[in-house]
């Protein structure tokens, strides 16, 4: 694959304007599919199974079998619609959307196409800067998911260079909600960080109402990502492209700033976009071309004649408007102030995208800031070092342990994250961590006192002036014994036994 040319960004933007757009798709967490009664894979962990073991002939679109709408996806995607606050279409309908490919048994996926059971929404994002912006929300819409293909023999993964691939249906029928953007203008240098903060918006509802688990890396989250750039001051729409499948909310902010320097480059030389999906590569960064991209025509969407129109009653709309949680921007107003963040303190939160994480932790027992400290201090670093999103790394439950244990003295802050390390590595929980590696702090002060008499005794310079007074000298025999003991000394307890062991 060819490296493509970039300019530089600061300079596209000079040179351009981005517009933005995005198709997030949500996989509901239902028993059963949308349009079938397989156990669907999204609620039960994305354990899929054995290949081709969670169907039914309705998935598989056999002759003869026909589609019965999951009453729980039709509410769900209600919910959803008005938390975005849209509009609830009094009549909606499912069509066919017809296209060929491996992993679409039927040749047609079922989705809504011109009427929708949700439109016209809104949601606000808030950048790091504290600047928001709104984002107008066109639509969002039901449909099933389509299987997954394995692409074998290659060495990406990729169906380019694979040998063969096979075909998995465990995914098709999944229900999903695709939540569609009108045209975003205006964020300018902000666009990739707007995109993130978008797609972070929308997982935090989505968590919020509980219709799905929302983990991207799982799949359960997934955002398209169109962009296109205009001439500044031309007035004039460019050619978009639409980079499929991203599954993180860094890398939905990289491929963004990746798409706007690639096209600048094509478009001051006087090339031109091709209008296509464009597939996001996590391990070197980059794009790559997909296929061209289809108009709605071309997908010769038509009613779905085994399916009746969706007709919500009034009652039903206002039932799920009043079950609505806590809308988000209130939210992260509640939990500032319930943690006693400062706004520096909670911005550094918000900039992590770990929220959720954090509040999830502090549920599960421990302090809001020593929260905040592990999840955007050492498991954001070693999220950075992967590449991978934080949450993805360790759980919530996980984090509220190991910080128990070093509340409970079992475990000294360096000891911990030796622990965390392990548990990233898939070493168990924390407890399991600790006594697999012996990582457990030493309650017995006779080795303590063994180590600060050795560490007194190779500086008598350093022990004359904690004599005199100068107790900040004592860092250097602290220092020395948390070295000799290999972090598994309580410091609070050694420079406590050095002041007294100083003066004898």
Not at 23 to 28: A, C, I, K, Q
Not at 85 to 107: M, T, V
Not at 343 to 363: I, K, P, W, Y
Not at 429 to 446: C, E, F, H, Q
Request: glycine share 8%; hydrophobic share 40%.
């Amino acid at each position: 694959m060819a490296k493509a040319e970039l300019m530089d960004y600061d300079r596209a933007i000079e040179l351009f304007e981005p517009v933005l757009g995005f198709e997030v798709h949500v996989e509901l967490n239902t028993q059963t599919k949308m349009f079938s009664d397989a156990p669907n894979p999204a609620a039960l962990g994305n354990v899929h199974g054995e290949p081709n073991t969670m169907i039914t002939p309705v998935d598989l679109g056999l002759p003869g079998s026909l589609p019965v709408v999951n009453e729980q996806a039709i509410k769900y995607s209600i919910s959803l619609g008005l938390a975005l606050g849209c509009e609830i279409a009094p009549s909606s309908r499912f069509a066919r959307k017809n296209y060929f490919y491996p992993d679409l048994a039927k040749n047609y996926q079922i989705s809504q196409f011109d009427e929708p059971i949700a439109f016209d929404g809104s949601v606000e994002v808030e950048l790091a800067s504290g600047k928001k912006f709104t984002v107008e929300i066109e639509r969002a819409h039901m449909e099933e998911d389509a299987g997954k293909l394995t692409h074998v023999g290659g060495a990406t993964g990729r169906i380019q260079g694979a040998e063969y691939s096979l075909v998995d249906y465990n995914r098709a029928g999944v229900p999903l909600v695709e939540i569609v953007t009108q045209m975003i203008t205006g964020a300018e240098a902000d666009a990739p960080e707007l995109a993130k903060a978008y797609v972070s918006a929308i997982r935090d509802i989505v968590v919020s109402l509980g219709i799905s688990e929302a983990k991207m890396e799982r799949g359960n989250l997934r955002c398209d990502a169109n962009i296109s750039l205009s001439p500044r001051g031309s007035g004039k729409l460019g050619t978009r492209t639409e980079t499929k499948n991203v599954n993180s909310l860094r890398s939905v902010e990289r491929a963004i700033r990746y798409e706007i320097q690639r096209q600048a480059a094509i478009l001051e030389k006087g090339g031109t976009i091709i209008q296509e999906t464009r597939h996001w590569h996590e391990d070197t960064g980059v794009t790559s071309a997909g296929r061209p991209k289809s108009d709605a025509d071309d997908y010769r969407y038509f009613p779905e004649p085994d399916l009746l129109p969706v007709e919500p009653s009034l009652e039903l709309i206002a039932e799920l408007r009043a079950a609505l949680p806590e809308a988000p921007a209130l939210r992260r107003k509640r939990l500032k102030e319930s943690w006693g963040f400062t706004d520096l303190e909670f911005q550094d939160v918000l900039n992590s995208g770990l929220l959720v994480e954090v509040e999830e932790t502090v549920a599960a027992g421990a302090s809001a800031a020593q929260a905040r400290k592990w999840w955007t201090g050492e498991i954001a670093r070693l999220a950075n070092a992967a590449g991978a999103d934080a949450s993805s790394l360790v759980s919530p439950l996980h984090v509220s342990e190991l910080v128990a244990m070093i509340e409970n003295g079992e475990l000294t802050d360096r000891l911990a994250r030796q622990v965390l390390e392990g548990v990233v590595a898939g070493e168990g929980s924390p407890a399991d961590v600790t006594k697999a590696r012996g990582l457990v702090v030493i309650s017995d002060d006779g080795p303590l006192i063994a180590a600060i008499d050795e560490a007194l005794a190779a500086q008598p310079d350093v022990l004359e002036k904690i004599r005199d007074g100068k107790v900040q000298a004592a860092g250097a025999i602290i220092g020395a014994v948390m070295k000799a003991m290999k972090g598994t000394a309580d410091a609070a307890r050694v420079r406590e036994l050095v002041l007294e062991r100083a003066q004898q």
